[in-house]
């Protein structure tokens, strides 16, 4: 047994948890970022048997046939979903107490159980990867298998920041239209100020952020201090859950404990990590190499962090044969977002399963960021369509070849 023990320890770098306290504060807010998150899943209705029969549910683009895998169903239909979280709640006890006794397998094989069930959770449903559930899951594949936990989990926060600047380089953000074409404008600041804070933003998150690491004290508190607030700040748009994510892993790697680093690893050891990051530019990088705007048409969009990319309006139109409405949708919130592959999956779940399916025509339109409404698909057959996953979707039009219809009304953030 211990020889066991010593090799699982070997194995996962457990060593690095003992040595470091920066590492076991990382393990808890992780399971900080478990509770936040499972508690939403708790009571969710997409991922139950119920959603898949109904429809509701949504599979991965790259994984359409994923409703094989769904067995649980919530209550009052059924407790199996229900007493599986609390059963994950209770592992979450159970790590909590291992980081705290010194018991770094136990805390480690607990994480380790509840990062395969998020995998699980968020390979069945496309609608739970939230940009914090990527920095959460990247956080716990850090903490879980890599070994040099230390620089790879510090080294994983100004490249998220760094990434998430490839969706915000659009006139959202540089010209500040998300927020300018609401009713409401960007929160707190005064009006005519949007376009100087949405561009302060990219520029740090571009480039201020890699300043975490400077050894010069004054300019690495600053940078520090400026990333606390713009999380803080964040909560007044997008609730508790994306700082409860972020900021414990800032507060623990460059906050009081941060010390530079003399060297960067290259060693053996660190190969798994390099991957990692580079798995993580890869997926940033597949919305940017498919032809058209992606605020648009969402091609691609979902696979790297999306933020607040665009401000979304949009009106979805299906008919019958006889021209009858059999589904009809008109979106006004800018968090709605329209993604066209959404509504070609259930409206095939719905309407074009059995013998006796007939021809469904699919209209959408999609304004971003108050611009006009361009008609993005008009299609006769909703049920001939096809969707891929990694190129361009024909039946989807970009803006260069999308007709303009109407302009939006403002709208609001939710």
Known sequence: MKRLLDSYQKLFSLHEINKDLAIRLFGAAILLGFIVSFKGWESSYLSTLNAA?????????????????????????????????????????????????????????CILILFIWKAYLTSINYMANGNFDYYHTAFTFIFLFLPHKRFFGSLSIPLFYFLSTATKIHEGWTLGTYFTSMVTDLPLFPDGTTMLWTNMVILMEMVG?????????????????????????????????????????LLIFFGPLYKPFHSVPLDRKAIAGWLLMCCLVSAQMISHVI??????????????????????????????????????????????????????????????????????????????????????????????????????NRWIKTEDEAKATAR????YYR
């Open 53 to 109: 029969n109904n429809g509701d549910a949504i599979c991965w683009p790259m994984f359409q046939g994923c409703y094989d895998l769904f067995f649980m169903n919530r209550r009052p239909h059924g407790y199996i979903q229900n007493t599986i979280f609390m059963s994950m709640l209770g592992l979450i006890f159970v790590a909590a107490y291992g980081l705290i006794a010194k018991k770094y397998v136990t805390a480690h094989f």
């Open 291 to 392: 032809p058209g705007d992606e605020k648009l048409t969402f091609e691609g969009n979902f696979y790297g962090l999306y933020m607040f990319e665009a401000n979304h309006q949009c009106s979805i139109l299906m008919t019958n044969e006889n021209g009858d409405i059999v589904y009809r949708a008109d979106t006004t919130s800018a968090r709605n977002r329209c993604d066209p592959y959404n509504y070609m999956f259930r409206g095939q779940k719905k309407f074009c399963q059995g013998e006796t399916q007939s021809k469904i025509s699919f209209k959408q339109t999609h304004s971003i960021n108050g611009g006009p409404f361009y008609l993005i698909v008009d299609e006769a057959d909703l049920c001939a369509l096809e969707y891929k996953p990694f190129s361009r």
């Open 408 to 411: 939006p009304r403002e709208n």
């Open 209 to 249: 952020a890699w300043f975490l690491f400077s050894k010069h004290k004054h300019i690495q508190k600053t940078v520090f201090a400026f990333f606390v607030i713009f999380h803080l700040y964040s909560g007044t748009l997008v609730g508790y859950h994306y700082p409860l994510i972020v900021t414990p892993a």
